[in-house]
C-alpha cells in the first residue's frame, strides 16, 4: 500500500477542536439551508396552486416552471443566477445593509438559485398532498358559502400541510447537501470553508472526512427532529394522510433521491 501520509493528531484536532473558521462554515450552512428551503416552501405552494388553477394559462406556467428547475442541474442554475445574470448585465448583486448585518452578492445569489430550485420540488410535493384531500371536502365547505380560496385557507391547506412534513423533512435533507454547490460561487460554508483550509494545511484526506462528519452530523440531527415532528403530528392522522406517506416511501425506495 506505500507510504501512508497520514496525519492523525491533525485529524483528531480539527474533529474534535475545531477552529472558529470551521464552525462559521457549518453555521452558515445551516443557516443558508434553512432560509432556502423556507422560501422554497412558500415559492412552492405558489407554484402548487398555479398548477391547480381553473385557469389553463396559469396551469401551463406552473408546468413550465417545475419542467425548468427541475430539469436543469441545480449547479448550472448557480452559475446562471450567480455569473450569468452579473455577466449579462441584468444585475449585479450589489451588497444590502441590513443595519448591522451585510447580505453579499454571492450570498444573494445563492439564496436565490436554491430556493427556485426547491420551489419546483416542493410545488410537486404540495401538489399531490392537496391532491390527495378528498374533493368532497372543497365542496362542503363550498356549499356553506366559503370562497374557494377561505376553503383553501381553512379546510384543504391545514390537512396537506400535515401530510407534506414526511418529504418536507427529506427536502431539507438534500438542502442541507446540496450547499456544498455553494462553493463555486465563492461562500465559504462548510465545504467552501474545508477547501480553504485544504488550501492552506494540504491535509485533504483528513480535512474531507471531517467535512462528511459533519454533514452526517447535522443529516442525523435533521433526522431526529424530523421523527419527533411527524410523531407529533401523526397523533390523529387523516386517511389520505396514511395512503400519500405509503406512495411517498415507496416511490423514494425505487427511485432514490435525487
Do not use: C
Request: a positive charge; proline letters at 5%; glycine letters at 8%.
Amino acid at each position: 500500500m506505500g507510504n501512508l501520509n497520514l496525519d492523525i493528531p491533525f485529524f483528531l484536532e480539527y474533529l474534535f477542536n475545531p477552529p472558529d473558521i470551521l464552525l462559521y462554515g457549518v453555521w452558515l450552512t445551516i443557516s443558508i439551508a434553512f432560509v432556502a428551503q423556507f422560501l422554497g416552501v412558500v415559492g412552492g405552494l405558489l407554484i402548487a396552486l398555479l398548477r391547480m388553477s381553473q385557469k389553463w394559462w396559469l396551469r401551463e406556467l406552473g408546468k413550465l416552471y417545475i419542467w425548468i428547475f427541475r430539469g436543469v442541474p441545480l449547479l448550472v442554475q448557480l452559475v446562471i443566477v450567480y455569473t450569468g445574470v452579473a455577466a449579462a448585465g441584468l444585475y449585479k448583486y450589489p451588497d444590502i445593509n441590513f443595519g448591522p448585518f451585510t447580505l453579499s452578492g454571492p450570498m444573494q445569489a445563492a439564496i436565490l438559485a436554491l430556493s427556485l430550485h426547491e420551489a419546483a420540488y416542493m410545488a410537486e410535493i404540495f401538489r399531490a398532498a392537496i391532491s390527495s384531500i378528498d374533493r368532497g371536502q372543497f365542496d362542503a365547505a363550498r356549499a356553506i358559502g366559503m370562497s374557494p380560496l377561505k376553503a383553501m385557507r381553512w379546510i384543504i391547506l391545514p390537512q396537506a400541510i400535515r401530510i407534506v412534513i414526511p418529504p418536507l423533512g427529506n427536502e431539507f435533507t438534500l438542502m442541507i447537501k446540496g450547499t456544498s454547490l455553494l462553493a463555486i460561487i465563492g461562500i465559504r460554508e462548510l465545504f467552501g470553508t474545508v477547501q480553504q483550509l485544504n488550501a492552506a494545511t494540504f491535509r485533504t484526506f483528513e480535512l474531507f472526512v471531517i467535512a462528511a462528519i459533519w454533514y452526517l452530523i447535522l443529516i442525523s440531527i435533521m433526522g431526529l427532529i424530523q421523527r419527533y415532528i411527524e410523531a407529533y403530528f401523526s397523533r390523529h392522522e387523516f386517511p389520505a394522510e396514511k395512503s400519500f406517506k405509503k406512495n411517498y416511501k415507496s416511490r423514494n425506495l425505487l427511485s432514490g433521491t435525487r
